[in-house]
């Protein structure tokens, strides 16, 4: 049974059980993976949901998991995939119903703002998905008794062409009691009503920093005087606040970036086992230098993510340690590019990674060894040797060798030509440009 629950991420994200054929049988989703799927073998838990657990736990034979973003991520992911596999022990997400948009009726004279399921291409606004539709509602209730945005709450259909009939009017109780700006009854203009539209799509799309400022002092000064009950209701309008801005990056999901990423965590998942770490490596840095005769010296790391590409925490290096002339020292480029690299992640802590992969053999390993103590920082590391595809550990006498297909391998493999890649087109670039500040060669 491949469980390997200890390697889970302490990350939010959607884990997804298979029976021994590979069937699907659940989804759930967590806010933290790893202490989620531990619920599921403590025996106290046991017979917490009636049948289904004791006859899910014989049937379960290996475990996959999708980190998220967010708890939020989480949530729509996980129905997204249950709606597309349909498992067996999943009650819950199968009746067709998906999480609501707000939908912001630009496409209307007088715009109102509506929960549905259903986006709909046009010149409406569509905001989230928003699984916890309360949330969004109580917001929204704030936004309007506060004059912030107050949108019409009827349903009613009217334009500048087609006016709402008197006596519709007349039983409006929104309309008698002041609540509603009633364009209909012409209390607002066109053209200031529009505005309040506006103000409302700027704020669904992200625009919290000035509202979230001011909520939070009149939250603080009703504290102070002690009117608790009034700051609690800012307080929860700055836990929807929360809610509505945290970003959802699932509609980005597709069938194939899914199973990607749960291979990822298949070569995550052997790479720990092969080196013998306690938790999936899913933060990667590797390491590799360029050179021609010394010349042009560079370092360059490159950053892997659950298995992808992170294009963004890529680095470049030029050396700056003397070389031998017309030669270079691939010993002493290597311990200065991890080096340089290790005085960013002091200065920043949340940049460290969970290894450290080197281009080379037992010479690397030496000279990051001497990274590591100068900068007075050790993060775990290993070595690849591209003349037999050795995966070199500190201190071991000799290497790992891994049949040509092994999952780890074929990931450490990728991870190597990619920071080799990088390397050599740096070096190149700044070659190329030396060449032509030379200027052309005399005949």
């Known amino acids: 049974m491949d469980y390997r629950i200890e390697l889970l991420p302490r990350q939010p994200g959607v884990y997804i059980m298979r029976a021994k054929e590979g069937t699907i049988i659940y989804i759930g989703k967590a806010k933290n993976l790893s202490d ?3 619920q599921y073998f403590q025996e106290s838990n046991l017979y917490s949901r009636g049948w289904k657990l004791p006859c899910l736990l014989p049937l379960i034979a290996k475990i996959d998991y999708i980190t998220t973003a967010s708890e939020r991520d989480a949530l729509v992911l996980e129905e997204k995939l249950i709606k597309r596999y349909q498992p067996f022990f999943n009650s819950l997400g199968k009746d067709g119903k998906s999480y609501p948009y707000l939908k912001l009726t630009m496409s209307e004279d007088f715009p109102r703002v509506l929960l549905t399921r259903r986006h709909i291409p046009g010149k409406d606004l569509y905001f989230g998905p928003y699984p916890k539709s309360s ?8 936004l309007w008794k506060s004059k912030y945005a107050p949108l019409r709450p009827c349903k009613w259909s009217f334009s500048r062409e087609k006016p709402l009939d008197e006596r519709k009017i007349n039983t409006c109780i929104y309309y008698h009691t002041g609540q509603c700006p009633a364009p209909c009854a012409g209390k607002i203009s066109y053209e ?9 799509a700027l704020f ?9 400022r001011s909520i939070t002092a009149l939250m603080r000064r009703h504290a102070q005087n002690l009117e ?3 700051a609690a209701v800012y307080r929860n309008f700055l836990s929807a606040l929360t809610h509505m801005k945290e970003r959802v990056l699932v509609g980005q999901f597709n069938e194939q970036q899914i199973v990607t990423a749960m291979d990822n965590t298949d070569k995550l998942k052997r790479l720990a086992q092969v080196i013998g770490m306690h938790k999936i490596p899913s933060h990667i840095e590797a390491f590799d230098n ?9 370092g360059c790391m490159v950053c892997f993510i659950n298995g992808e590409k992170n294009h963004e925490h890529y680095r470049r290096f030029k050396i700056r340690s003397k070389l031998p002339e017309r030669g270079g020292s691939d010993f002493t480029m290597m311990e200065e590019n991890v080096f340089r690299r290790l005085r960013q992640i002091k200065r920043d802590p949340a940049q460290m990674p969970d290894l450290i992969l080197l281009d080379g053999g037992k010479s690397q390993i030496h000279a990051a060894m001497n990274a590591f103590e100068r900068a007075g920082l050790y993060i775990p590391f290993i070595a690849l040797a591209e003349t037999n595809e050795g995966i070199y550990l500190p201190g071991a006498a000799q290497s790992i060798k891994l049949p040509l297909g092994d999952p780890a391998l074929n990931l450490l493999m990728e991870i190597r030509d990619e920071v080799h890649r990088f390397a050599i087109t740096y070096h190149r670039k700044l070659r190329d440009k030396q ?9």
């Open 204 to 212: 669904l799309s992200g625009d919290f920093e000035n509202i979230t």
């Open 435 to 443: 060449t032509l500040s030379d200027g052309p060669m005399s005949a």
């Open 228 to 230: 608790y009950e009034q």
């Open 290 to 298: 360029s050179h021609l005769f010394g010349r042009e010296a560079v």
């Open 192 to 200: 200031h009503y529009r505005q309040l539209a506006e103000r409302m």
């Open 36 to 38: 989620r799927v531990k």
């Open 135 to 142: 949330i969004v509602k109580s917001l929204l209730r704030f």
